[in-house]
């Protein structure tokens, strides 16, 4: 499982970077949500990849079998902060795009 889950992470980041490097607004708000959701899938993977175990103590259970819920709490944070940012960027993209016309990052319209 641990395997599945850093490939998903690299495959995400790798995905992410190359958005971010394109020319269009669009582009860099999509790759840094890829980003964001491969920083979230590394928080909850520091925690413990752990399947059917509970995050709350019971009696008689061994800590070592329970599941951490701190990384939980952080990634339900940044799923919902990061929510909030992306539709943010997504405003202040239309604005831009209909002040300037294009949705170049750079403001020119010129193809390379």
């Not at 899938?41 to 509970?54: A, Q, R, Y």
């Not at 995050?55 to 061994?62: M, R, T």
């Not at 990634?75 to 016309?101: D, E, H, Y």
Request: net charge negative; hydrophobic share 50%; glycine share 10%.
């Amino acid at each position: 499982m641990e395997i599945i889950l850093s490939l998903a992470i690299g495959l995400m980041t790798t995905c992410g970077v190359w958005l971010i490097l394109r020319p269009r607004t669009y582009q860099v708000i999509i790759g840094l949500s890829l980003l964001s959701y491969a920083v979230n899938l590394f928080i909850f993977g520091v925690g413990g990849v752990k399947s059917n175990m509970p995050p709350i103590l019971e009696d008689g259970v061994v800590s070592t079998t329970l599941s951490d819920p701190v990384p939980q709490a952080l990634v339900l944070t940044a799923i919902v902060i990061g929510f909030a940012t992306t539709a943010l960027f997504l405003v202040v993209l239309l604005a831009a795009r209909g002040l300037t016309g294009n949705d170049h990052v750079d403001g020119r319209n010129e193809q390379p």
